[in-house]
């Protein structure tokens, strides 16, 4: 179980490294290897879900989130 998900922040693997490829993530390289602030990847979570929550889109962003996982599997 990842730091994130210790939180109640649910994020996959592969979509963690996706935002940083875009550099939406705080991160570290260190040789091949990307290193991760615990403190700083919480601070990005929580600003990330205030966010959704300010803009009061949390139940449409659970809807997007439902929408993808049906089509990714082919229902």
């Known amino acids: 179980m990842g730091v994130l998900e210790q939180h109640g922040f649910l994020i996959s693997k592969a979509r963690l490294y996706k935002l940083t490829a875009k550099g939406d993530v ?37 809807v997007r989130s439902a929408n993808r996982k049906l089509r990714s599997h082919g229902k």
């Not at 260190?30 to 966010?51: D, M, P, Q, T, V």
């Open 26 to 62: 705080p991160f570290r390289k260190y040789g091949n290897k990307l290193l991760f602030s615990r403190r700083e990847l919480l601070s990005w979570a929580e600003s990330l879900a205030r966010r959704v929550n300010d803009k009061g889109e949390a139940a449409l962003a659970i």
